[in-house]
């Protein structure tokens, strides 16, 4: 983006400057970077998977000051964290037309791709592994019973189109709505409980690509692991458990918070053996949670907010996380007690649309945000 806040579609450009042709991505030492299904996305990752969380914080913040570097130099432009673009205007936003296209073509042709689901979305993505099926099966289901309070802890895009949206997540909002012509493909984010890969093949992967093939989609589209758009899916290619539920942050060490607070969940609910919510409560609290953040009334057995939930969690975090991962949840606590990121940004947006216009006053807010990822200070 611009200095103005203007989203620039030259994800292609930044690549053929890298390596002198437009390709999918960049392979350098010790991260990776590539385009996404939207022009103005880039998709950063690192080249191995971490132990050390402190090794994830160094190697990634080295990622964002590279890119920036060069993005100044060349484009006086900037990168911005957080889960929707706050100004983008769909008419404004273009699909990747290079290398590979076809499987967004193939998209385009069974979902309406001219929508804020689709074209002004960025997620954290985390991947957590597993060693066999029983172990695989579990994490799923422990994450299954985590993620539909993540957002809020994780939600960043309280704006979009210049103004402050309804939702706290509105990230989530749109993601739901993204794929309505085939639901089976969203479900409910909150994955269905499996009891074994057989089962998960056959409900949600062979379900959702029957419901696709019957509409006539692509075969480039069917049976294919990463359509499933749950908030928690099976990498079988990956041997891992990827979970999307979460806005991206506004930067790398409140991302590294993240991770750390939900692996250390996740070992605390799976050593427990801990009763596991039924769905239909989570997929209600979930809800819930996309509207109202923290404050929302949930079911949870573990407390009456989403915050009391989340202080629940990250008990469960700090009896569970390594002397690395500890030094990380003061951040979770911090978000849980004064406001996830989205909370913070409605709040000073609306201070500032006191005294200016309210796309003045999201860009202004914005503006700071861009100073956050590049210092790698989270933002209160």
């Not at 042709?109 to 592994?129: A, D, K, M, T």
């Not at 709505?177 to 409900?203: C, F, L, R, W």
């Amino acid at each position: 983006m611009n200095d103005q806040l203007k989203p620039l579609p030259i994800v292609d450009k930044i690549i053929k400057d890298f390596r002198g042709r437009i390709v999918n991505s960049v392979q350098l030492p010790t991260f990776a970077f590539g385009k996404e299904l939207q022009t103005h996305v880039l998709e950063v990752r690192p080249n191995e998977p971490f132990e050390s969380p402190v090794r994830f914080e160094e190697t990634m913040q080295e990622a964002v000051l590279t890119l920036h570097e060069r993005l100044q130099k060349r484009w006086s432009a900037h990168l911005l964290g957080t889960g929707m673009h706050p100004t983008l205007r769909l008419k404004d936003a273009s699909v990747w037309p290079h290398r590979h296209r076809q499987v967004y073509e193939a998209m385009g042709r069974v979902f309406n791709l001219r929508r804020h689901g689709w074209l002004n979305i960025q997620s954290y993505q985390l991947n957590l592994p597993y060693g066999n099926e029983r172990s695989g099966v579990a994490l799923h289901n422990a994450l299954a019973n985590l993620c539909a309070y993540l957002p809020g802890v994780a939600a960043s895009s309280p704006a979009y189109e210049g103004t402050v949206g309804e939702d706290v997540d509105n990230r989530l909002k749109f993601y739901h709505e993204n794929q309505k012509e085939i639901p089976s493909v969203t479900g409910d984010i909150v994955p269905e409980y499996v009891s074994s890969i057989a089962e998960y093949m056959d409900k949600i992967i062979g379900k959702y690509s029957s419901d696709l093939a019957a509409a006539g989609a692509d075969k480039l589209l069917l049976n294919k692991e990463w359509m499933n758009s749950r908030g928690v899916i099976f990498r079988f290619d990956r041997h891992a458990l990827e979970i999307r539920v979460m806005d991206e942050q506004e930067c790398i060490k409140s991302d590294v918070a993240l991770s750390c607070y939900i692996r250390a969940v996740a070992r605390g609910l799976l050593k427990e053996e801990t009763v596991l919510e039924p769905h239909e409560t989570l997929v209600k609290d979930l809800r819930s949670i996309v509207r109202h953040g923290l404050t929302a009334k949930v079911m949870n057995d573990h407390g009456e907010t989403a915050r009391d939930v989340c202080r629940y969690f990250l008990r469960v975090a700090r009896e569970n996380a390594s002397d690395e991962e500890k030094n990380y949840l003061p951040l979770i606590k911090k978000r849980i007690e004064q406001g996830n990121l989205s909370e913070i940004i409605r709040q000073k947006i609306r201070r500032k649309n006191q005294r200016t216009q309210s796309e003045e006053a999201v860009i202004s807010v914005y503006l700071k945000l861009v100073e956050s990822l590049i210092d790698n200070e989270p933002f209160f």
